[in-house]
C-alpha cells in the first residue's frame, strides 16, 4: 500500500513541475511578442527620412516613392491601423522588388543612419552598351543584354536592327557584335548598324561586311582582317558592294 501512495505523489509532483515548465514558456512567449511589437512600432525606432543616392536617368522622386511603399507595411487589427516603419528591419528582399520595377537600376546597396533614422538607396545604372530594335520597337540593352527602357533610333550606341523574325540569343550576339566591332574600329571603319538576318549579319557601310553568327565566328574575322591587312581592298573599300566571309575558307570580294 506505501508504494503505491508514493507513486502517486511522484505523479503529482511530475505534472506540478510540467504545468509550472509550460505556463513558464506560454509567459516567456507572451513577453518576446510583446517586446517584438514595442520593437517594431516604437516611435524611436520609425524612418524618418529616405535619400536617393547616384541617381542620373532614373528619376529619384520615383524611385524614392517606390521604395517608401516597400519598406513600410501596415496592418488593420480591430479597426486600428498598425504601421510598420522600423529602420532596424532588413530591406534586402524589397530591394530585388525595386529593381523589378526600375529595370534601368543594376543594383541597390541600402545604409543606414539609425541616429538620424535616415535610409539612404546607393543606386548603380546599367550602363547602355546597344540600341536593339525589331520591326515594333527599339530598346536600350546593356552588354549583358540586360533590358534597360524602350528609346528612339539611339546614335550614341552600337545600332542592332532585326530585320527578320527569329529568336536570337542577344547575349551572344552582342558578344560577336562587339568583337567585330572593335576590329573594325582597329581599321578606321565606323559602322552604321547591324543588320540581323535568320542566316547572316550585315555589317551595314559603304563596303557591307557579312557573316554567320551559327558558324565559327572567330574564323570569319581572321579572313576579314587577312583582306583588311591587304592595302588594294582596305584602301579602295567604297569601290566594292560587300565581302562575304560565310563561306568555309573564302572571303568574296564583290
Known sequence: MRRKRSKKRSRKKNNIFKNIFFGFCGFL????????????????FKIKGLEVIGSE??????????????FVSSFNIFGQEIVIDNIFLSFKGKTNELMKEFPEIENVVIKKDFSKGMIYLEIKEKEPAVTWCNNEKCFLLNKNASFIRNCDREGDYV?????????????ETINSIFQLDKKLREYGLNIEEYDLYSEKLIAVS????????????????EKLEIVLKQERYLNNLNNFQ??????GNQAVVK
Open 57 to 70: 536617368t532614373v528619376p529619384s522622386d520615383e524611385v524614392k516613392k517606390a521604395a517608401q511603399d516597400l
Open 159 to 171: 545600332l542592332i536592327q532585326e530585320k527578320e523574325e527569329k529568336e536570337f540569343n542577344k547575349q
Open 29 to 44: 512567449f507572451l513577453l518576446i511578442i510583446i517586446f517584438s511589437a514595442i520593437y517594431q512600432m516604437s516611435p524611436n
Open 242 to 247: 560587300y565581302i562575304d566571309l560565310r563561306f
Open 206 to 221: 559603304n563596303c557591307d561586311f557579312m557573316f554567320n553568327l551559327d558558324d565559327s565566328f572567330d574564323w570569319q574575322i
